[in-house]
């Protein structure tokens, strides 16, 4: 459903939509940068070129490239070093949010907080069995 909101590049109300979050100036912005991107990246000598090269022969936004790309309108599959970077250590990644270390990272941590919290479960059923309730007097 599509809602009124302000544009987050320049301030301008518009109907969001699921195609668009931006306004239909920016969007237009947008498209001439995705273009200018899209071409300089399949001239033959700029197929391996990472995203720093690319922003820095376009002139386009490091950002905006790493929308393009996480949006699916740049296809990594054709550009090998190509990539944006994990939002926990910056390592460049081609795919998701996290990169493999910090994904294995927070896992473990998930795991480790898992198991202490079944722990302090056991504890306090195992109180409960042996009725040991406290009551702590204030003096």
């Not at 969001?16 to 273009?35: M, S, W």
């Not at 399949?42 to 905006?64: C, D, P, Q, S």
């Not at 740049?74 to 390592?91: D, E, I, R, S």
């Amino acid at each position: 459903m599509a809602e009124l909101m302000n544009c987050p590049n320049c301030g301008a109300l518009f109907v969001k939509t699921n195609l668009r979050d931006v306004c239909e100036k920016c969007y237009k912005e947008e498209q001439a940068a995705f273009d200018t991107v899209y071409t300089f990246i399949r001239k033959k000598e700029n197929r391996t070129a990472t995203i720093f090269e690319t922003a820095e022969g376009t002139g386009v936004e490091e950002e905006l490239i790493i929308k393009f790309i996480r949006t699916g309108k740049l296809k990594l599959a054709q550009f090998p070093n190509l990539g944006y970077p994990c939002q926990k250590c910056h390592t460049i990644i081609r795919e998701g949010v996290l990169c493999e270390d910090c994904t294995k990272d927070l896992r473990s941590e998930l795991s480790a907080f898992e198991k202490d919290e079944e722990r302090k479960k056991e504890l306090n059923e195992r109180d409960k069995e042996k009725g040991a309730y406290f009551s702590v007097k204030k003096f």
